[in-house]
């Protein structure tokens, strides 16, 4: 029986399953598997491919049609480098939310396979497409990581380069014209701030989720005077605002406190080359 997202034996337990998958968004994933095989391969065919996979809430079958987005990760056999590896991605993407008004948005990462094996990434990119992504294309990665505790490393490695963000929020803030751009970003700004609070807390709490709603439950049990704006970042993630008073409050108050927080709990994640 899986308790707080573990295993029988305590290993984070793989979160998403094509089986999750609700009847409303099977059309979505299905053209996905048919387009990122025409565009890169199947991943058995010599092609640029080499594995796709889907995570977010579409594969945990908690996804709201006309709200959610549509989450993918694509492996390649070498580093996209060329700008037709972006490109195709982005098009790929594009085509598919133009198609489906059940997805309010596609994104796509690109990583190499040698990337996303390597020692490096073990406890990051690694850890992600072995936990929280569905394998949708090729040949499973997984099968060649670790299995995964909700230990303090993982928390560290996983969410501690939150700082670099930080900057960043704020220009895309102040750049912001349009309602548009600023559900955007709340949208992005609040799931991370979500997702890092609950690594945060996670090798005392001594579980792992993916649900915002529970992420921002339990970062609230150990930092009860945070617990509200916690909640906003949450609700801001699955449903995005407009609202500038929420933006600032997420950037300017809450991310740079969850920043200094992080760094005095389990310090400073490791220095990519």
Request: some cysteine; hydrophobic content about 40%; proline content about 7%.
């Amino acid at each position: 029986m899986i308790a707080k997202g573990l295993d029988q034996d305590g290993f984070i337990a793989r979160e998403g399953s094509l089986a999750h998958v609700a009847d409303a968004f099977a059309p979505v994933v299905d053209a996905a598997r048919a387009r990122i095989g025409a565009t890169f391969g199947n991943g058995r065919d010599g092609g640029r491919l080499h594995s796709a996979y889907l995570y977010g809430s579409v594969p945990r079958g908690t996804a709201t049609p006309g709200t959610s987005d549509l989450d993918l990760l694509l492996a390649l056999r070498n580093h996209p480098t060329t700008p037709a590896d972006r490109a195709d991605a982005d098009a790929l993407g594009a085509a598919l939310d133009a198609e489906f008004a059940q997805i309010d948005g596609v994104g796509v990462l690109l990583f190499s396979v040698e990337r996303l094996l390597s020692e490096l990434e073990r406890h990051d990119l690694g850890w992600f497409v072995s936990c929280l992504c569905t394998p949708l294309l090729g040949e499973d990665l997984a099968e060649q990581l670790p299995r995964y505790r909700p230990t303090p490393l993982l928390a560290r490695e996983t969410n501690g380069d939150l700082g670099p963000e930080v900057p960043r929020w704020h220009e895309r803030a102040a750049a912001a014209r349009t309602d548009a751009e600023r559900r955007t970003l709340s949208r992005g700004v609040g799931r991370r701030l979500a997702r890092t609070g609950l690594t945060l807390v996670m090798p005392r709490w001594g579980g792992w989720t993916s649900d915002l709603t529970e992420s921002a439950e339990v970062f609230g049990r150990y930092y009860p005077e945070r617990a509200a704006q916690m909640r906003v970042a949450a609700a801001a993630g699955r449903t995005p605002t407009a609202d500038p008073a929420v933006i600032t409050m997420l950037v300017s108050d809450l991310a740079p406190w969850l920043v200094a927080e992080y760094r005095a709990v389990h310090g400073e994640k490791a220095p990519r080359p």
